[in-house]
């Protein structure tokens, strides 16, 4: 399973641009990427997921270069309500990925 | 339901007793996980089950840990002789199948807070 990792925390403003990247260096030809968003007292929630250039959705968008060995959650405008953790996950989701690993995470802190 | 219920949400138990955790899972969904989550970490996966298939006990940490799941409804998952370093979050997923799960999110609990003292 391929391995990620993410910063630990970042600080942003209300009404900021965020861009959050992750490396997965070793991941495989049929991994996609996911990323997930957890409040405090609550189970994650899923964000997003790509496999290549770009996806955007309502919430986000995900970036992915290339060569797949890193990508970029962005959140355009953050508000104080985005302050949570965010988890970048890799797996293969044609083998269910019920072992994808969740690393520690990036705390995200929006202040006003 | 609407969402995967957890309960109790909160559990305080005393070293060296047992404890069982109940998921109930969205309706309809035959992939269900359980995953602990200490404090300040990621979540480590424990067990899943996909319909009637047998489950992938590969995350289980030790013997002391087991769950079961009767069809596509409710799972508990049991501690046994609960240990200080048990004492987490334990999260249920569910999804409509693992491969669905894995594509589109799986949909969490709220998590059981169990803390051994």
């Known amino acids: 399973l391929a391995k990620t990792t993410q910063p630990i925390s970042m600080d942003s403003y209300e009404g900021q641009e965020v861009n959050i990247t992750c490396s997965h260096n070793?991941?495989?030809?049929?991994?996609?990427i996911t990323w997930y968003q957890q409040f405090p007292s609550q189970g994650p929630r899923f964000i997003i997921q790509?496999?290549?250039t770009k996806v955007t959705n309502e919430v986000a968008s995900l970036f992915i270069p290339a060569d797949r060995k890193s990508s970029t959650l962005s959140l355009p405008r953050v508000s104080l309500s985005d302050t949570a953790v965010y988890y970048c996950?890799?797996?293969?989701?044609?083998?269910?990925?019920?072992?994808?690993?969740f690393g520690a995470g990036t705390r995200l802190f929006v202040k006003a | 339901g609407a969402g995967v219920s957890q309960s109790p949400s909160n559990k305080v138990t005393e070293k060296g007793k047992d404890v069982e955790l109940r998921c109930d899972p969205i309706s309809g969904h035959t992939a269900l996980y359980w995953y602990r989550q200490r404090l300040g970490q990621g979540l480590e996966f424990l067990i899943y089950?996909?319909?009637?298939?047998?489950?992938?006990k590969s995350g289980l940490p030790s013997d002391r840990f087991s769950a079961e799941r009767t069809g596509e409804s409710v799972s508990t998952l049991t501690i046994q002789r609960t240990q200080q370093e048990d004492s987490a979050v334990y999260l249920c997923?569910?999804?409509?199948?693992?491969?669905?799960?894995?594509?589109?999110?799986?949909?969490f609990g709220s998590g059981t807070r169990l803390t051994v003292v």
């Open positions: 790509g496999y290549k």
């Open positions: 996950l890799v797996g293969d989701p044609n083998t269910g990925g019920f072992k994808t690993i």
């Open positions: 997923a569910s999804s409509p199948t693992s491969v669905e799960g894995a594509s589109y999110g799986y949909t």
């Open positions: 089950f996909q319909g009637n298939s047998a489950p992938d």
């Open positions: 070793n991941i495989a030809t049929n991994d996609y």
